[in-house]
Nanobody, 125 residues
Framework: QVKLVESGGGVVSPGGSLKLACAASGFTSSNFAIGWFRQGPGKEREGVSCIGRDGYRIRFSESAKDRFSISRDNALNTVYLQMTGLKAEDTGVYYC??????????????????WGQGTQVTVSS
């Protein structure tokens, strides 16, 4: 059974940092790209970042590219999203999902076929 589980969310002050993790099971995660998406209150879901199967192909949204980093440990079947310089507009539920390829446009959620349940990130003073 394919399963993706996000963790690491929480409440943080503006300018703070959080590291999210996406733990994969039920499939060989190194055969898939993993993407991160988020959905803020009253907003549509948007792509944040993705990382290719071997960890070399990496893409970010414009809002994330200078503040976030993404990495993966295929031995642990886990992908990480390190977020720094957090802003109130980063608030939302963060989801990870798997795809066969990490597209240049990280917002193509239709390319992702399995999703986690999400972890809440709240940036507030």
């Amino acid at each position: 059974q394919v399963k993706l589980v996000e963790s690491g969310g929480g409440v943080v002050s503006p300018g703070g940092s959080l590291k999210l993790a996406c733990a994969a099971s039920g499939f060989t995660s190194s055969n898939f790209a993993i993407g991160w998406f988020r959905q803020g209150p009253g907003k549509e879901r948007e792509g944040v970042s993705c990382i290719g199967r071997d960890g070399y192909r990496i893409r970010f949204s414009e809002s994330a590219k200078d503040r976030f980093s993404i990495s993966r440990d295929n031995a642990l079947n886990t992908v990480y999203l390190q977020m720094t310089g957090l802003k109130a507009e980063d608030t939302g539920v963060y989801y990870c999902a798997r795809a066969y390829y990490c597209s240049d446009d990280v917002g193509k959620d239709y390319e992702y076929d399995d999703w986690g349940q999400g972890t809440q990130v709240t940036v507030s003073s």
